[in-house]
């Protein structure tokens, strides 16, 4: 298994989607199911912080008076 801190959030949706989709079979050993739910809960907060982080990028883009980037400025209230 990949370590959660280091996947992309492509892949760490694709992992969360499988786990999902385990869980929701219910053809997962006891054990197992407790495993794939924290497996399924550090990816989800991996996922979480990897939208924060690019809406925080996206947000913070300043323009100038033509419409073109220019910098970048704090994010208030995120």
Known sequence: MSDVKEMSF???MAELEQVVNK????DVALEDSI??????????AR????LKEAEEKVA????DANGDPN???P????
């Not at 869980?23 to 219910?26: H, K, P, V, Y």
Request: include cysteine; charge should be neutral; hydrophobic fraction near 40%.
């Open 35 to 44: 495993k794939l739910y924290e497996r399924g809960a550090e990816l989800k």
């Open 10 to 12: 492509e892949a760490a």
């Open 75 to 78: 994010v208030e209230g995120l």
């Open 47 to 50: 996922c979480e912080a990897k």
């Open 71 to 73: 910098g970048l400025k």
């Open 60 to 63: 913070a883009i300043t323009l």
């Open 23 to 26: 869980l929701e079979r219910g």
